[in-house]
């Protein structure tokens, strides 16, 4: 009966030594990999500027003379109040292609953030084609 007694206070005392080798660590938060208004940001965002304006443009062309509609059904309020309607549909378009990248940089989930600008331009550039070729007809 002894050697179990003595076995047991000796896990005890081991088992109270490791818990009091552990140390909290408090980390710092992960430093960003570059600043969130670098050259690729810029660009990417001037291009995604310059892509909504020219969708600002052809989509009131389009819908001024009754050729096409905007396909939107969340922006289809604004854009048929005219031009005052569709800059605020384009801003707030802008807005949130800047947001979701914004998001992912601040998580530092900066790969996703590179993914999600540049996909947002290539969404635009599809959307302006479109457009365009509508226009041309």
């Known amino acids: 009966m ?8 000796a896990l005890a005392l081991l088992a109270g030594y490791s818990v009091s080798a552990q140390q909290f660590v408090n980390y710092p938060d992960a ?17 995604l500027a310059g892509l909504v304006a020219v969708d600002a ?4 062309q389009l819908t001024t003379s009754y ?13 048929r109040q005219g031009w005052q309607g569709e800059m605020a ?3 707030l378009g802008f807005g949130a292609a800047v947001s979701i990248g914004y998001t992912f940089h601040k998580m530092g989930h900066h790969k996703l953030e590179r993914w999600a600008n540049w996909t947002s ?17």
Do not use: C, K
Request: net charge positive.
């Open 57 to 60: 443009v052809t989509t009131q």
């Open 2 to 9: 002894a050697p179990i007694r003595y076995t047991v206070l």
């Open 67 to 79: 050729r096409a509609v905007e396909g939107n059904p969340l922006w289809r309020p604004l854009v």
């Open 89 to 91: 549909a384009s801003a």
């Open 31 to 47: 430093p960003s990999t570059h600043r969130f208004l670098d050259r690729h940001n810029v660009v990417a965002f001037s291009a």
């Open 121 to 137: 331009v290539a969404i635009e550039a599809g959307n302006d084609a479109h457009n365009l070729m509508l226009t041309w007809r």
